[in-house]
């Protein structure tokens, strides 16, 4: 009986101390209200050992960004007001310089030229207030596909930072209007996302409209007059070849792809009546001949 | 019957009468010892009052202005003669004031001398303030350090409006704060525990962290009212939720 007293007595102490400690030590605070600017991040021109590769590591840099710029979630921090010039990317920077001019992110980089003619362009992301690296990549590629790499870039930057995947190494496809207003020529077009690397996908014969691109590949679907007859038409990008999609007697037109990219549904004009039509076996045997 | 009520009036007269002799003699006796008893009970508020809090540091004039004023005033009252004469010199009531006030300024004064309590015994002086707050300061205290935090946090806090489901993403960083109001550590996120392969709440746990390092240093050591509880800021934990 006395046995249980005394551990009745200590179990009664130890939960009063327990929860008396953390009651009286902290205090508990709601955050309900922020902000939504853009985060402060910069970006110095990416180092490099020789004059070509510096123009590349310039390039690089601009390109990044740019594409951050735009998206209207970061906000670049001049050059000219960087503290620390910095000399390797492989030693951690001075945040402390870098907290200074308000800088919450920091991307250092450096382009490299390979003995095979390649360059090899790398980056580390640093978060500057908590002083840790967020990640890192590098890449090897031809020296004229620097564009490409620097969206890259920004995609993973873009990525760390706000959690969403980036969208800056997509390309966009659109019907180019030229000629007067009687004689329109209409051709398919396409573009990296920031209007760089435009060219055309169709010669001024073909009256391009409603072009749609492919949810999971590099296939583009389009309404045509090419053949003399409003025809659907599939292009895969991989190979720059078309191919009409199917063969009706009426027209075919409003081309869509389905959410998973497996085929198309297009609108067919048979007898007056427009009926909705999916073919998927077509997709499927365009992707399979281009292969 | 009459008689009764006659007797009964002029007894109630008398008992009146009595009250009004017994008043005037009161301060006949108290302000012999009026030099004596108000600095007891000042030196004993002072030690244990709570508003002192609000009173700024000694300024420099202060202890001369003491010094001045203790040579003259100390000496002027007549030493306490122990005759219990019925009239003893006793100072005219405006002396009589004049000395009160002084001997309360002195007082008052010799608080406020650097290199006192307040300055010196920084930690004895503070846990006889925490003892003495009631617990209707203390939540009146705390509201202040949220509405302090709450204001200081919305320039730091980009809120992930902007990812799927914002309502769910709710992250609580617990902190620990020097006494200069600057952060003490790394501030640690508590809540939720596994975030890392749930990609917005990993964003939403980064940005959390991110302001509360950005907000470093807190106003809270500046601030007039909770600025010397350092108990009350020394560690914490914010829940970052956006508002619906």
Redesign the interface.
């Known amino acids: 009986m006395r046995l249980i007293r005394t551990i009745l007595a200590a179990i009664s102490m130890a939960l009063a101390v327990c929860l008396a400690a953390p009651a ?14 853009p ?1 402060p991040i910069a970006v110095p021109d990416f180092l490099s050992a020789n004059p070509n590769a510096a123009a590349v590591g310039r390039d690089v840099a601009g390109v990044i960004r740019a594409n951050l710029d735009r998206s209207g ?1 970061f906000r670049q921090i001049e050059q000219g007001a960087f503290i620390e010039n910095i000399q390797d990317m492989n030693v951690p920077p001075r945040f402390a310089d870098w907290r200074v001019i308000s800088a ?1 992110a920091l991307v250092v980089g450096q382009v490299s030229a390979l003995p095979d003619g390649r360059v090899r362009i790398e980056f580390r992301l640093w ?1 500057v ?2 002083e840790q690296s967020l990640t890192g990549f590098q890449y090897a590629t031809t020296p004229d596909n620097w564009r490409r790499i620097a969206h890259r870039i920004s995609d993973q930057i873009y ?1 760390q ?4 995947r980036g969208y800056f190494d997509t390309r966009i496809v659109f019907v180019s209007e030229t000629g007067p207003r009687t004689r329109r020529v209409k051709r398919l077009m396409i573009m990296d996302q920031d209007g760089a690397n435009p060219f055309f996908l169709t010669g001024p014969e073909a009256q391009v409209l409603t072009p749609r691109f492919s949810p999971s590949t590099q296939m583009i679907t389009y309404m045509s007059f090419e053949t003399g007859q409003p025809r659907v038409f599939l292009y895969n990008l991989e190979t720059n070849r078309r191919e009409v999609l199917g063969d009706f007697p009426g027209m075919t037109f409003a081309p869509r792809f389905t959410p998973d990219g497996s085929g198309v549904v297009v609108t067919l004009d048979m007898n007056g009546n427009s009926e909705i039509f999916l073919d998927g076996s077509a997709l499927a045997r365009a992707q399979a001949s281009h292969q | 019957m009459r008689a009764g009520v006659i007797i009964s009036v002029i007894g109630h007269v008398g008992a009146v009468m009595m009250t009004f002799l017994a008043w005037e003699t009161a301060p006949l006796v108290v302000p012999m010892q009026g030099t004596v008893v108000p600095i007891e009970i000042l030196e004993i508020s002072a030690e244990s009052n709570v508003r002192a809090l609000s009173i700024p540091e000694p300024e420099d004039l202060a202890p001369a202005a003491a010094e001045e004023e203790t040579t003259p005033e100390a000496v002027e009252p007549p030493a306490p003669s122990p005759t219990p004469a019925p009239r003893p010199p006793r100072p005219t009531p405006q002396q009589n004031d004049e000395l009160d006030l002084a001997s309360i300024a002195r007082m008052v004064d010799k608080q406020r001398e650097p290199g006192r309590e307040r300055t010196n015994g920084a930690t004895s002086d503070r846990n006889q303030r925490g003892a003495g707050l009631g617990t209707a300061e203390v939540a009146s205290m ?1 509201d202040r ?2 509405a302090l ?2 204001a200081h ?11 799927p489901d914002p309502e769910r993403l709710v992250v609580t960083v617990e902190w620990e704060l020097d006494r200069n109001g600057s952060l003490r550590g ?1 501030p640690r996120v508590t809540s939720p525990r596994n975030y890392n392969f749930d ?2 709440m ?3 746990a ?1 940005n959390a ?3 509360v ?2 907000c470093d240093p807190y106003p809270f050591p500046n601030d007039p009212i909770v600025g010397e509880h350092y ?13 619906q």
Not at chain 1, 24 to 37: E, F, K, T
Not at chain 2, 231 to 243: A, I, P, Y
């Open positions: 009286s030590a902290q205090i508990h605070v709601d955050i309900n209200d922020g902000n939504l600017n985060m979630l919450q978060d207030l908590s990525e930072l706000t959690g969403e | 705390q350090i949220r935090t709450q946090m919305r320039r730091c806090w980009r809120m992930p409006s902007d990812l790394q990609p917005p990993r964003t939403a980064e962290l991110r302001a390092r950005q108990d009350l800021w020394r560690s914490g934990d914010f829940t970052f939720r956006v508002s």
